[in-house]
């Protein structure tokens, strides 16, 4: 299979271009939107985005919050050219991290070529395998995918799924890739899930100050993509890039969603001082 289909468009996202592309430009391009946070946006003016933290559920209830990440890569599009994308194995468990076989993933908005030189270079790894059936179904990269679409002009796409892996060994794996000025990490995680409300926010903002104290401990209670977020804190922290928040709510949080049962999303931004 050369190209990955789009699994979840039409789901997650408007299975429509125009419908999908509209969306992700209102939220892009809303400079006043209610959820955007000052602080963060100047501290992207301050050095290299180097890594965004998003999260990776349905549009209609965390699209927003990535987009106040993924908005400040705009400024910065044509430094980067590579893009190293990691989410949790939501469908399969297996030993280690997987990348796919294919050749490019396609949206409606078109295909993104994945990078096939470092594919061959990290499936020597032990702890990594080659496996387009792990990824033909996996939502957690596929839409962060429109995002960056309509945020950066041509890049190559390293797609990584993560299952029973230490942060360590994909740190290891990544860090001599990321180390590139114009290379990219994209950490693709939710927060809590199925808490009533008021535990759901006790629970997300504990999860924040590890976060933000560079404590590589999350475990995927505390986030479903905890791994990812754990091996860019390690890598973060060595290399001393200031982290920033720019928003956390949950699903309760969002018109259509309920307060008995709430799926938490955060949005931060990594940066390489200058």
């Known amino acids: 299979m050369l190209t990955r289909p789009p699994a ?10 125009t419908a ?47 987009a106040e990440a ?3 890569l705009r400024q910065q599009a044509s430094r980067i050219r590579k893009v190293i994308l990691i989410g949790p194995s939501h469908r399969f468990a297996f030993k280690g991290c997987a990348l796919p076989a294919c050749h ?17 270079k990290l499936r020597e790894i032990d702890d990594i395998e080659v496996s387009d059936k792990v990824h033909a179904q996996e939502h957690s990269l596929e839409v962060q ?15 990584l799924l993560t299952s029973n892996v230490s942060p360590a060994v994909v740190a290891r794996a990544i860090d001599p890739l990321w180390q590139s ?30 976060i933000e104290s560079y404590q590589a401990t999350l475990t995927p209670e505390q986030a479903c993509g905890a791994t ?23 699903s309760g949080d969002t018109a259509i969603g309920d307060k008995e049962r709430v799926v938490g999303y955060v949005s931060y931004i990594i940066s390489a001082p200058q």
């Open 181 to 210: 000025d114009d290379c990219l990490l994209v950490i693709s995680s939710d927060l809590s899930h199925f808490h009533a409300y008021s535990d759901a926010t006790r629970i997300d903002h504990h999860t924040c100050s590890l």
């Open 20 to 66: 999908l592309q509209q969306q992700v430009n209102h939220w892009l391009d809303d400079d006043n939107a209610a959820l955007t946070h000052t602080a963060a946006s100047e501290s992207t003016q301050q050095g290299k985005i180097k890594a965004l933290i998003v999260p990776h559920a349905g549009y209609m209830y965390s699209g927003s919050v990535a």
């Open 70 to 72: 993924y908005r400040a």
């Open 8 to 17: 979840v468009a039409g789901h997650f996202y408007p299975h429509s271009a």
């Open 104 to 120: 490019y993933f396609e949206t409606p908005l078109g295909k993104v070529p994945i990078d096939i030189q470092s594919v061959e």
């Open 145 to 159: 995918l429109p995002f960056l679409q309509s945020c950066l002009h041509d890049f190559t796409l390293l797609p």
């Open 228 to 250: 990812g977020i754990n091996t860019l804190l390690l890598l973060a922290k060595q290399k001393g890039y200031p982290l920033i928040r720019n928003t956390l709510i949950n």
